[in-house]
Every structure is written in structure tokens, then in C-alpha cells.
């Protein structure tokens, strides 16, 4: 869509400007908004919904929408005075101002007046619409103004000196209106192409789940397994305890071996790939390698998040923490269909139901790994499946990669319309 520009424009002397519109100023941030400092929150008041102030945290930043809905925490007026917290007036923006929550550049206008901890930074419109202050703040990037160091955290001083492009409050207005209604078409659009992948991506498990449970041929004589979560199964597959189809692999590390992290999203790949893929530093252990378990290719892991999204498999050699349980075969399998099975959500199901625990993040172990049993497949008709699974995901990718690529585009174009609206590089008033 092409917009129109302004009439005239001028050099704005600011390097991340450029040229604005003839008749809009250049202020520092100070002139116009007024910065409020985070408080540091006692750890027992944590997750307190006693009170009607909301005490923010990082966590309540996050997400797409451009106001915080709701708080998980929230206190009581005596309480605040008590503990001498300063109120963030309602209509300010939060952002994070330190370490990660810094680098991920989330900005929430408040509904009402709040309480903030310290790893956030209030910021209160005083001579600008807030609205407006709020899009000019999204194309801010708080790390040109950061405190050297191991953790970046935003200098005060260089954020109050930095210079934006202002209009007339009548333009502001106006901007902001346009904004509004372009991003909400923008996020509605992305919206729906996000459902799309959702349903994508159960169509996509049905045929796998399907497929590894059932089998392929849909006249084959079924029977039942007498595993509740199993059901039925085609009569010459053969059930299974785990522990006969599996056994713990107790194999302390080699002093060469590779780091290996458990990952949902990539299965149990060396660390240095894992950083790669992601972006995301992992620490490394220097000392005790001896005291961590062996993984060889093609084993299953139980990792802390296994509760959560079932077993990952080994696409390498190497070592990993003690706590997980690493599983080996005891019979011939194709390590392709149980990867498929392990990450079935019947299967993920069975051995949530092993437990009671309440949360992810607990350690399942070989105990509840035992409790639900497998079945058999002939090792053939496992890799028929497996072939047939593959050739059918083909498809899903495609359309699910399309789709990622149109939402990053729309994405892109959110961006660069609130640049452009709010540096002047289009005329929306």
C-alpha cells in the first residue's frame, strides 16, 4: 500500500531520523515524558492476589497486546505505603530495562495505576499523547542507550538525552488513530494465520498418531490391546512392558565427549548446534564430565520437560546431565516410529497419569517411563510407517512454512508502518 509523504521535509541532525517533516521539532525524552524507577518484590508476596494495585513483573509484558489486561500479582494500598513503593500513573508505558527483558523491546500501556519491579522502567507521557509515546517507543531499540557491561541495563541518563521527532498533538492524535486501526487489522490478519497453523498442526499429529498406533492398513483386523491408553490395535501387533522393549543406559561420559542439550523442539543435539539454532547461550560444565550419562545415537531421553512433551530422541553422540534417564533398545526398532510415538499426545497422556505431580518441570523417571506399556510392530511395517508419515508431513511443512513466512511478513510491515507514521516518512494526517 503506498501512502502519501509531506510536503516539505528537513535534516533533522539525528542520525536515526534522518529527514522528518518541515513542520515537526526535534525534543530529548526528557522534555516529554517522565521516567519511574521498579521496586524490588519480597519473594512471599509473590503470586498474591489479596490487593487491588497491581504489582508488575517482566512476565506481564510480554505478548502482543498493546495494554497489560491483567497482573499476577496484585497488593494492598497499606501495603505499598508500608513498604514505600512508588506508583506508575495510569496511561504510562513499562518495558524492561535490564538483561533479557531488556533485548526482547516489549512495551505495555497501563490500564491503571500499578506498582513495577526493578527490572522494569515506568515511562509517563507528560507534555505527549501517551498513545503516540507508546508507538514512538516501539521503534526505540533500548539497547543504543545501554550501560556497558556482562548484563545490559538502560543508562537513565543517555535514555532522558535521547532525541525523537514530535508533531502537533492534533497530529499526534491522529497518527495514533491510524496506528490503531492499521495494527488491528495487521493483528487480526496475523491471528487467523496463526489458528490456521494450530489446526494444521493437529490434522498434521492425527495422521501420526494414526498411523503409529493403528497402522496403515484400514482392513486389517483390529483387536483389543487391553491398555487403556492404547485402545485397539491390528491383531498380530503384540503388547509390551516397557522396560522389555527399553532399558536404562548407565554409561558414565567419555572425558572428549560432546555437551548435549534436551530439547523439545530439536530433540537431544550438541549444545553448540542448539545455541545456533536458537541464539540462545547455554553454560557449559567444566568440571565433573565424568558424572554425566552417556548418550548414543538413536537413544530416548527423559528430560525435566518430558512431563510436558514426551521423550527426545538422540541425534547425536555425547554426554548430558546425571538427573535424565537415558533409554536404550533392547529389541531391533526403528528409532524413527518411536520418536513419532514417544511425542503422541495419548502417549505424553500415559505418563502424565503416571504421576501426580501438578506442574512441568518435574523429573519423571524409568519408574513411570515402566508403568506404560508399548506395543510390538514387525520392524517392516514400522518402517512402512515411518515412510508413509514422512511423505505426508512433506505437505504440512510446506503449508506451515508458508504460513510462518506470510506472518513474519505481515509482522515486518507492522513494523515498518509505525516507523513510518511516527518519524514522518508517511503522511497519515
Known amino acids: 500500500m503506498m501512502f502519501e509523504k509531506y510536503d516539505a521535509y528537513k535534516d533533522s541532525d539525528v542520525e536515526w531520523l534522518g529527514e522528518i517533516p518541515n513542520h515537526w521539532s526535534i525534543v530529548k525524552l526528557k522534555r516529554v515524558v517522565k521516567e519511574h524507577s521498579g521496586n524490588g518484590f519480597p519473594i512471599e508476596l509473590q503470586g498474591s492476589e489479596d490487593g487491588s494495585i497491581p504489582f508488575l513483573k ?53 490500564l491503571e495505576d500499578s506498582i513495577i519491579d526493578n527490572n522494569c522502567i515506568g515511562i509517563e507521557a507528560v507534555k505527549i499523547n501517551y498513545n ?3 508507538y514512538l517507543h516501539k521503534v526505540i531499540d533500548f539497547e543504543w542507550f545501554v550501560n556497558p557491561g556482562t548484563v545490559p541495563s538502560i543508562s537513565v541518563s543517555k535514555y532522558k538525552s535521547f532525541k525523537v521527532c514530535l508533531p502537533s498533538e492534533n ?3 491522529i497518527i495514533v488513530n491510524f496506528l490503531d486501526q492499521k495494527t488491528s487489522q495487521i493483528d487480526q490478519a496475523i491471528a487467523i494465520k496463526e489458528q490456521q497453523i494450530v489446526l494444521l498442526n493437529e490434522r498434521k499429529q492425527i495422521v501420526i498418531q494414526k498411523a503409529v498406533t493403528q497402522g496403515l492398513d484400514p482392513n486389517v483386523p483390529m483387536k483389543d490391546s487391553g491398555v487403556e491408553w492404547i485402545g485397539q490395535i491390528p491383531e498380530h ?9 527399553f532399558t536404562q543406559r548407565k554409561e558414565n561420559s567419555k572425558k ?33 564430565l565424568d558424572k554425566r ?50 511425542k503422541t499426545p495419548m502417549y505424553i497422556k500415559a505418563l502424565q497419569n503416571t504421576s501426580n505431580f501438578i506442574r ?42 508458508l504460513l510462518n513466512q506470510q506472518i513474519e511478513k505481515l509482522k515486518e510491515y507492522k513494523t515498518t508502518l509505525i516507523n513510518d507514521a511516527v518519524t514522518g516518512k508517511i503522511k497519515v494526517a
Not at 565427549?257 to 539454532?277: C, F, M, N
Not at 518435574?362 to 515412510?387: A, C, H, M, T
Open 256 to 288: 572428549d565427549d560432546v555437551q548435549l542439550s534436551a530439547t523439545q523442539a530439536y530433540g537431544v543435539i550438541p549444545q553448540e548446534e542448539y545455541e545456533k539454532r536458537t541464539g540462545k547461550s547455554v553454560v557449559k560444565i567444566s568440571l565433573h
Open 293 to 342: 550419562k552417556r548418550v548414543h545415537l538413536n537413544d530416548f531421553v527423559i528430560s525435566m520437560r518430558s512431563f510436558q512433551g514426551g521423550l527426545e530422541r538422540a541425534w547425536a553422540e555425547g554426554c548430558i546431565r546425571s538427573s535424565y534417564v537415558v533409554l536404550k533398545p533392547l529389541k531391533p526398532i526403528d528409532p524413527d516410529y518411536y520418536g513419532y510415538l514417544f
Open 360 to 401: 512441568d518441570g518435574q523429573d519423571l523417571n524409568f519408574g513411570n517411563f515402566s508403568q506404560v506399556d508399548l506395543f510390538i510392530v514387525p520392524l517392516s511395517e514400522q518402517k512402512q510407517i515411518v515412510e508413509y508419515i514422512k511423505s505426508q508431513l512433506g505437505d504440512f511443512e510446506k503449508h506451515l512454512e
Open 58 to 110: 517482566v512476565s506481564d509484558i510480554s505478548g502482543e497486546f498493546k495494554s497489560i489486561i491483567k497482573s499476577s500479582n496484585y497488593v494492598t494500598d497499606k501495603i505499598r505505603r508500608r513498604n514505600k513503593w512508588n506508583l506508575v500513573p495510569k496511561n504510562s508505558i513499562v518495558t524492561g530495562k535490564i538483561g533479557e527483558a531488556l533485548r526482547k523491546n516489549h512495551r505495555k500501556i497501563l
Open 171 to 173: 497530529e499526534q492524535e
Open 237 to 245: 501387533w503384540e503388547i509390551i512392558r516397557s522396560k522389555f522393549l
Open 132 to 134: 503516540f509515546s507508546y
